[in-house]
Each structure stands twice: as C-alpha cells, then as structure tokens.
C-alpha cells in the first residue's frame, strides 16, 4: 500500500512541473507579444496570472502538509526545502512575464533603434536558461543545471551592453526617451528572469548532488569543491 508520505510527495512534483510549464507558457507568450506586437498575447499572460498564483499557494500548502506530517529525510528533505524557493522562483517569473506584457503597448511601433540593440539575444539566453533549468529540475539532471549557471554571466554582460546602449542613444534623441527606457525595463526584466532560472538551477544541484552552492557556485562548478569545507568559508 502507498505511503501517504509517497502521494504528498508525488503530488508536490506534479504541482512543480505544471507550474514550470504554464510560467514557460507565459514567458513565451510575453516575449511573442513583444516582438509580434500582438495585444492578444499580452491579455493572455495577465488573464492566467491567477493560475500563477494558485499553484504557488497550493505548492506551499503541500510542503508545509509534508513536513508537519512525516520526517523526510536526505533527498526526499533537500526536494522539499528547495521546493519552496522554486515555487517562489517560478512565481516571479511569472511576474517578469506579467511586466513584459503590460509594457508591450507602450512599445507600439517599436522605435527605429530597436534592431540596433541586443534585446534579441537576451531574449534567446533568458529562455533557453529557464527552459533547461525547468528541464534539469525534471529530469534530475544536476549537469544542465551547471549549464544554466553558466550562462547568467552571458546574460548580464548582454544587459549592460544594452543599457549603455540605450543611455547613450536617450542623450542624442531626447524625443525617444520614453520608447528608451522602456526598452530597458525589458532588458532588466529579461535579465532577473535568468536570475531566477539560475536559481532554479542551482537548487536541483543541492537536491541531486546534495550540495549548496549559491553565492559560490563559480568554484564549484570550475574546480570541484571539497566537501570537507571550513565552516569560516
């Protein structure tokens, strides 16, 4: 017969990966109505927000059950605690798809200088990075994780490429400023968005490999940390 403990947990899992899909879904449908300037997309991102919102409630519901009813212990405890900073994780990226899309309109034509700038390529590594981080928690897969990971530092280095971009362009055509820092609230959506891919990405390293790695995650991933760590470090 099925452990109680065994349904709670397979439940939580299941909730995670709807949750992963239908935020993907916004994103995706955030980014379309940008680039395709189509109001309709940008309604459906804002009319399933409270899909979101509801999965995050019911994720949080399930953990607290699991925890206040059974002594998980090992992997099956490491799923658990991460599984609340991803749900919160997945929730803001709904968020950032939310903010995309209610900034759309304001963008309506995109201004000439537009396709001189990066936004393409941020939007490339933004959702390639929250595609396998989703991916890497699903499958357990601690090595793609590390891959997303990675790649962050591509992504910040875009947004400050296009920030200065965009500055130096509002000093020579005052007449844009509006479109301009429009343009970089979705660069700087685009880049918390990896942020919290990378977050993503780094919990299903400490649940697969067991090991915590945030704030260090560059020495872990290049030289191997020892797992024989001071507690001064």
Do not use: W
Not at 155 to 179: P, R, T
Request: a negative charge; one cysteine or more; hydrophobic letters at 40%.
């Amino acid at each position: 017969m099925e452990r109680i403990f065994d349904v709670y947990l397979e439940k939580l899992k299941t909730r995670l990966i709807k949750m992963s899909s239908l935020v993907e879904d916004q994103v995706d449908l955030a980014v379309k109505s940008f680039e395709e300037e189509n109001d309709e997309f940008a309604k459906l991102v804002l009319e399933r927000e409270n899909k979101v919102n509801k999965y995050d409630r019911k994720i949080g519901k399930t953990c607290q059950k699991i925890i206040a009813l059974n002594q998980p212990v090992a992997m099956d405890l490491r799923l658990i605690i991460s599984a609340l900073t991803i749900n919160t994780n997945l929730e803001r990226v709904g968020d950032l798809a939310r903010n995309i899309a209610l900034r759309q309109p304001k963008l309506k034509p995109k201004p000439f200088f537009y396709e001189n700038t990066k936004i393409h390529e941020m939007i490339s590594i933004a959702k390639e990075m929250l595609h396998n981080s989703i991916d890497a928690f699903n499958n357990e897969d601690s090595e793609l994780a590390k891959e997303v990971v990675k790649k962050d530092s591509e992504l910040d280095v875009l947004f400050v490429e296009n920030k200065e971009l965009l500055i130096d362009f509002m000093k020579s055509n005052a007449e844009e400023i509006e479109k301009s820092v429009e343009l970089l609230e979705i660069c700087r959506h685009l880049e918390r968005l990896g942020d919290q891919a990378t977050n993503i990405a780094e919990d299903v390293i400490f649940i697969v490999d067991a090991k915590l790695i945030k704030h260090k995650y560059q020495k872990y991933i290049y030289d191997d940390i020892d797992n024989d760590e001071s507690d001064e470090e």
